[in-house]
């Protein structure tokens, strides 16, 4: 079955970098873009970026468009989400999905269980 | 770009419907999700009016115009949750996420 499983979320200081990643496994992954959303505490759902299948097309929201890098190593099913610069209100949960059939505008069944970001 | 409107709450009693609003999606396919606390957010409908296998048959969606509409039948005590629409924005390839409405099972 579909599994996503996100790491590297922690505390980090106003100004610092974090590197999340989500590994991917059940379906065929170099085949799929891939997304992260992310979620304040109490907040609701922010899309952050998206990731074609090959990596050769990348789009991010404007809120950390400049800061953050998305990524993805198909040789080792994962996808990863380079954060520099971070700020306050980035704290959040952290999550990768993939959309059905890996088409990047389609709806999403399948989430990871998110990993929490703390600035 | 995109701004979907739902409203912050909808309260409804045991085996009541609930209707959630989704404004501005000019016309758009939306997706619906369901978030219960501490948990991933779970699709419900997608593209309007679908449901993915395991969803009950009481969630329904639809859309008109600017406003899609999840319709919850026969409500329980176990939907209570964060409900929030969803739509692509192909003109700059974002995902777009209403406020997300609260369902209070009374």
């Known amino acids: 079955q579909v599994r996503l499983v996100e790491s590297g979320g922690g505390v980090v200081q106003p100004g610092r970098s974090l590197r999340l990643s989500c590994a991917a496994s059940?379906?065929?992954?170099?085949?799929?873009?891939i997304h992260w959303v992310r979620q304040a505490p109490g907040k609701g759902l922010e899309w952050v970026s998206v990731i074609s299948y090959d990596g050769s097309d990348k789009y991010y929201a404007d809120s950390v468009k400049g800061r953050f890098t998305i990524s993805r190593d198909n040789s080792k099913n994962t996808l990863y989400l380079q954060m520099n610069s971070l700020r306050a209100e980035d704290t959040a949960i952290y999550y990768c999905a993939s959309p059905i059939a890996g088409i990047a505008a389609a709806a999403i069944p399948y989430w990871g269980q998110g990993t929490l970001v703390t600035v | 770009s995109y701004v979907l409107t739902q409203p912050p709450s909808v309260s409804v009693a045991p085996g009541q419907t609930a209707t959630i609003p989704c404004g501005g999606n000019r016309g758009k396919s939306v997706h619906w999700y369901q978030q219960r606390p501490g948990q991933a957010p779970v699709l419900v409908v997608f593209?309007?009016?679908d449901r993915p296998s395991g969803i009950p048959e009481r969630f329904s969606g639809s859309n008109s115009g600017n406003t899609a509409t999840l319709t919850i039948s026969r409500v329980e005590a176990g939907d209570e949750a964060d409900y929030y629409c969803?739509?692509?924005?192909?003109?700059?390839?974002?995902?777009?996420f209403g406020g997300g409405t609260k369902l209070a099972v009374l």
């Open positions: 059940g379906f065929r992954f170099s085949s799929h873009a």
């Open positions: 969803q739509v692509w924005d192909s003109s700059s390839d974002h995902w777009v």
């Open positions: 593209d309007d009016i």
